[in-house]
């Protein structure tokens, strides 16, 4: 059994930065790609940023602009995503994502791992 939990979140002027964190509990972490969704009110959950089991392979949502970077610590069981330049359009409820499938996970094709998700809200 994988457990996910995020934190992080918050509210966030407009230009701001934010670190989100996902703890991963289970086994699988160290061969698990991660990921991160968001959804917005109204809209579908949709990708944010993907990060290899190693490491060694990211890739973010060209609508980000390169913004939001994902990392990981496999020491500690834990992902990351830093957020920059954070604009209203970000307000979001933001969802860590295990699945050993890289692809699985970065088309969202029946990942195996959620967490409730954390709610970053960007307002002045």
């Known amino acids: 059994q994988v457990q996910l939990v995020e934190s992080g979140g918050g509210l966030v002027q407009p230009g701001g930065s934010l670190r989100l964190s996902c703890a991963a509990s289970?086994?699988?972490?160290?061969?698990?790609?991660m990921g991160w969704f968001r959804q917005a009110p109204g809209k579908e959950r949709e990708f944010v940023a993907i990060v290899s089991a190693s490491g060694g392979t990211t890739y973010s949502a060209p609508v980000l602009k390169g913004r939001f970077t994902i990392s990981r610590d496999n020491a500690k069981n834990t992902v990351y995503l830093q957020m920059n330049s954070l604009e209203p359009e970000d307000t979001a409820v933001y969802y860590c994502?295990?699945?050993?499938?890289?692809?699985?996970?970065?088309?969202?094709?029946?990942?195996?791992?959620w967490g409730n998700g954390t709610l970053v809200t960007v307002s002045s």
């Open positions: 289970g086994h699988i972490f160290s061969s698990a790609a």
């Open positions: 994502a295990a699945d050993q499938g890289f692809y699985t996970l970065l088309r969202n094709n029946g990942v195996h791992y």
